[in-house]
């Protein structure tokens, strides 16, 4: 059970949403929602933060109508522009005043009746973390091969304790949300901060649904910028691949000048090979770039910290506390 209890004697659940692009899905995702909602036990009150993360369509008007609808439940946070899906959960949190938290998407890919299972396991002191893990997908081939190969790779080099099919919808303790919010990192990955914390998961194994209205706005260049988070924040790996290759390098280029040497000496043989030397060349070129480019993203990532910037900047709330008129 949660070390905190709401107000009356009841425990409150908050549901976290980042919207983006998203003005189809809204209506649909808030009635399945509200239904399921309403049938969590006795002893249990909920509100719902709904983030919008800079979305360029009609998403926060339609956010707006449904705080208007449900005004002692439902808060709307609007972000100045888009930051990222992380950064609007966090934000989403910051907002939050659950004794739980559950995080999902705004397209129903995520089955609302979910959440019923995810509180049960709570309110039994099981874990402090529930996570909804994806068993199936109803996804492409080229999305369904892309997932499994990055959790597996993630679980083997950084992660170790991450679910084989990977989770975004979760449900958190209160002690686990102030852990998370306390944590500063720029370029971080949510899913690690949150196994990061030591506490044992629950795993509840579901489908993931194809998205049925709108295109998914999760777009190639943001699934790689989370696969550097992942392997630049979580393991040393990259570090220590450089410094393999760099012995590797050095070994076989030892051994070339040896038998360039022992051929000259014992057998008067001439160095020859103009192609060789050029492929040599350019391929000692190509590793060294790329040992720079990785080196390249840990300083930036120091530098980004240095800078103490804001992680999210928010322009508006929308709720029964603070109104926003």
Not at 301 to 312: A, G, I, K, M, V
Request: proline share 4%; hydrophobic share 45%.
């Amino acid at each position: 059970m949660s070390d905190l209890q709401g107000q009356g004697g009841t425990y409150l659940v908050s549901v976290v949403i980042p919207v983006y692009f998203n003005e189809g899905n809204i209506p649909v995702t808030w009635k399945a929602l509200e239904t399921t909602l309403r049938q969590l036990p006795a002893g249990h009150d909920w509100e719902v933060v709904f983030v919008d993360d800079g979305s360029g369509d009609r998403s926060y008007e339609q956010l707006l109508a449904v705080h208007q609808s449900v005004p002692d439940r439902v808060h709307v946070v609007k972000l100045t522009r888009n930051f990222g899906q992380v950064w609007a959960i966090v934000a989403g949190l910051h907002q939050a005043r659950g004794d739980a938290c559950v995080v999902m998407s705004a397209d129903l890919q995520d089955p609302p009746e979910l959440i019923l299972e995810m509180v049960r396991r709570w309110d039994h002191g099981a874990s402090k973390i529930v996570l909804a893990t994806r068993t199936q997908r109803e996804d492409g081939f080229l999305a369904r091969v892309a997932s499994r190969t990055f959790y597996r790779l993630m679980r083997r080099i950084a992660v170790p304790n991450m679910p084989e099919g990977g989770f975004d919808y979760f449900l958190i303790d209160r002690r686990v949300v102030d852990i998370v919010k306390g944590i500063e990192e720029k370029n971080t990955f949510l899913q690690g901060q949150i196994l990061w914390t030591g506490f044992s998961p629950q795993l509840i194994g579901y489908t993931r649904r194809r998205r049925e209205i709108g295109r998914s706005r999760w777009t190639l260049s943001k699934k790689l910028k989370t696969f550097v988070d992942c392997f630049l924040t979580y393991t040393v790996a990259p570090i220590r691949f450089i410094t393999l290759v760099g012995l590797l390098v050095s070994m076989l280029s030892f051994g070339y000048a040896a038998l360039i040497l022992i051929c000259k000496l014992l057998w008067g043989l001439p160095v020859k090979g103009w192609a060789p030397i050029m492929i040599c060349i350019l391929m000692l070129s190509g590793l060294q770039l790329i040992m720079l480019g990785v080196l390249g993203e840990y300083l930036w990532r120091n530098y980004s910290e240095s800078r103490r910037l804001p992680s999210f900047v928010v322009e508006e709330v929308r709720s029964c506390h603070n109104p926003g008129a």
